[in-house]
Every structure is written in structure tokens, then in C-alpha cells.
């Protein structure tokens, strides 16, 4: 369903491509507006992988030939891009949008606008921009991209919230909004609150008045991430030991019962999300880093979902009515849900049958799909505002040259990572 073009579309493969051809057999382009232009071929810097595998043995730093800009394209000097997990998925092989070989690595960044196309009239020379959609290639100095595969954001935020600014806060706020009607007041429980996502759903639940309890993973310095957290306005902050005590039911005496759970880890630590969730309340799966499903000894499962895969299935496609305890899903967000088997749910029946819970997904790739671009965009523009009031704030970064891409890989998919690696390009 979503194969490479619709978010690299025909020209990104076919760039890296140009890039690798002699000169000689490349078409001459219109010329294009510019504040620096030269007749002569620029050659960039860019992480390449040709084929997937181990991020740290697969991506090489290549010198590349920078495409000619034609009317509707964009030249770029990109800034700073940071590494997320589903790049590190990308480069393995094992995320749910793959693009075309070679490929330049790098879902999402910042860069400033260097030249524009006679035909382009979104951005000017100056402007900083973003990546409209996932697999565009960030992680090089500069690049020639299609006016529509960007969107211009304000220079008045800082750069590291800029470079960061498309997926993790994009993904926390539309969860927040959109699968309970929450109030000021109301909980939100989560796993894995020191990533990056984690960290953006605490500073935006703080501005819309709502209470978090923000679970995380035992460590030595807890008490430092801790207090970190809590400064971010982190209303309660445990850990996975202390979530599974059974003290934890006087907790929740003084603390209403979360109405939305926010679920990237699995396995034990998503069935303990579930039992803390008010009756009638929502679990979204937005990632599978536990590598595990929530599990269970006995399930039942009713919704357009992957029967093949999933071993269990009474499809409300095949008429049947839903069994006792079925599990609410939309087929619109689970149908499509670009399952890998740390990704299945498998949920305690009574859980079910006496809490009414329901489980959705999320993916902040389809949620694009199913929306327009100027959608996004307003999106965009709601984050930057909070950018500007001071009530959301980029994660805690360690910026890297670009050169020494390899140090940035490897502290990336390193445990207890609370730092997010950006690679600045100057």
C-alpha cells in the first residue's frame, strides 16, 4: 500500500541515480533563482546505503553530485537532522516504507533554502524548510528537492527544535487529540517517556492541562532522568518495577485512572499499561521496542485485521458477530498497519470483558496519507506556536558532524540512550 513513490515519488530515486551518473549523460535543467549560483557542478557530502543491513557497517559518507535545480525544485544546504529509530529501521530493512536503492539516509531535519525554481513559489531563498514526508534523505549537505516534498517552517525557533520538529512532536500531539476526547485534568499514562516522542507528549499534555505518568526502565541514574522528566512538567514519573507492585493501586486513589495509555515498548510492560487504564479507555501502539507482543494465555479478536498473520481472527468482514471480549479496532488504522510480529496485540481477555478497553495504532506516515498537506502543515504551524511560548522544547540532543556519522550510529542504538543524535552539516 505504500510503496516507495508515494513519499519519495519518481524523482528521489532516479536523484540519487543522476548523482551517480557521468555528466556527460545528464540533461541540462533551467536556470534557477539563487543568492549564490555557479555554473559549475557543486558535489555534496551524503550517508548512502546501498544495501540493508547493520546501520554501522552499511552507511558510507559519499561524495555526491549535486543535481541541477529545474523550475519546480529547490536547492537546499541542510543544517542538522537528527537520527530517529524508524531511520535505523529504514536502513535495516525493516520498516513499513522502504525506498529505493542507493538511498541517502534520513527522515527529518532542517535546512535553509539556497536557490529556487522559476515555477516555485512556496519558498525564497533563505527560508528554512522541512521534509513533507518520510524516506526523503536528510543526512547530506545539500540537496535538490521538488517544492512539494518540503514545507517552510519560521526561522524564529531554535534549530535543534526545527531539525526535530516533523515526527516525534507530530506524532505525541495527534495522539493526544485524537482517539479520546481528553479534558483538563484527565490522565495519560505512557512507556518509554524518555524518548523522543515520550518526552514531546509530556510537554504537550502540560500545555493542554492534563496530568501525565510517565513509566520508564530502571537505570542507574534514575533519579537524574527523573527529576529531568519532571522539569520537562512531568506530573508523575515510575518505573516498570514499581508499575507492576501492587502499591501502585493506592497510587491511583489520589490520581485518576488514565483514560488514554501511549504504548512503543510491548510485551510486559503494554499489559501493565492496560491494567491501569480507566474502563472504557484507549491504548494506542505507536512502536514495538520491547520486540515483544502484550502477552496473554488467552485472546479473542474481532475487526478487518491480518488473520493470516495474526492466527486469530473472526473478520467483521466475514459477518460474524464480535465474540465476548472482542477488541475494538478501526480497520482504517489497523487494516493498514504495517505489522511486523513485535507489533501484535495479544490482550488478556477480562481485560476486555470487564473494562471495555479498546486498542488502536498509530503511525504518523499514514496519518499523512489520510490527510492533506495543508493539514500537516496547520499541524506544523500549532507546534511552533508551543515552540514560541516556551511549552515545548526540542529533546536533550548531542550534536555530531556529519563525519563522524559513525559515533552518532552507534551511540543511537546504544540502551539507555536519553540523548537524541542530530548530524549538523557546517
Known sequence: MWGCGAFWGARAPSQLQRWLLPASRRRRRPAAASFSASAEPSRVQALVYGHHGDPAKVVELKNLELAAVGGSDVHVKMLAAPINPSDINMIQGNYGLLPQLPAVGGNEGVGQVVAVGSHVTGVKPGDWVIPANAGLGTWQTEAVFSEDALIGVPRDIPLQSAATLGVNPCTAYRMLMDFEQLRPGDSVIQNASNSGVGQA??????????????????????????????????????????????????????????????????????????????????????????????????????????????????????????????????????????????????????????????????????????????????????????????????????????????????????????????????
Open 201 to 426: 507528549v509530556i510537554q504537550i499534555a502540560a500545555a493542554l492541562g492534563l496530568r501525565t505518568i510517565n513509566v520508564v526502565r530502571d537505570r542507574p541514574d534514575i533519579q537524574k532522568l527523573m527529576d529531568r522528566l519532571k522539569n520537562l512538567g512531568a506530573d508523575h514519573v515510575v518505573t516498570e518495577e514499581e508499575l507492576r507492585k501492587p502499591e501502585m493501586k493506592n497510587f491511583f486513589k489520589n490520581v485518576p485512572q488514565p483514560r488514554l495509555a501511549l504504548n512503543c515498548v510491548g510485551g510486559k510492560s503494554s499489559t501493565e499499561l492496560l491494567r491501569h487504564l480507566a474502563p472504557g479507555g484507549t491504548m494506542v501502539t505507536y512502536g514495538g521496542m520491547a520486540k515483544q507482543p502484550v502477552v496473554a494465555s488467552v485472546v479473542s479478536w474481532w475487526g478487518d485485521m491480518p488473520g493470516d498473520r495474526l492466527g486469530h481472527h473472526t473478520g467483521a468482514n466475514s459477518g460474524s458477530a464480535p465474540p465476548l471480549g472482542g477488541i475494538r479496532t478501526s480497520s482504517s488504522a489497523l487494516s493498514s498497519w504495517p505489522w511486523s510480529p513485535s507489533m501484535y496485540f495479544l490482550c488478556p481477555q477480562s481485560l476486555l470483558i470487564f473494562k471495555d478497553l479498546k486498542l488502536r495504532g498509530f503511525w504518523m506516515s499514514q496519518w499523512k496519507k489520510d490527510h492533506n498537506p495543508d493539514q500537516f502543515k496547520e499541524l506544523i504551524f500549532t507546534l511552533c506556536d508551543l515552540i514560541r511560548r516556551g511549552q515545548l522544547s526540542a529533546p536533550a540532543c548531542s550534536e555530531v558532524p556529519l563525519q563522524d556519522y559513525q559515533r552518532a550510529l552507534e551511540a543511537s542504538m546504544q540502551p539507555f540512550v536519553s540523548s537524541k543524535q542530530i548530524l549538523t552539516m557546517w
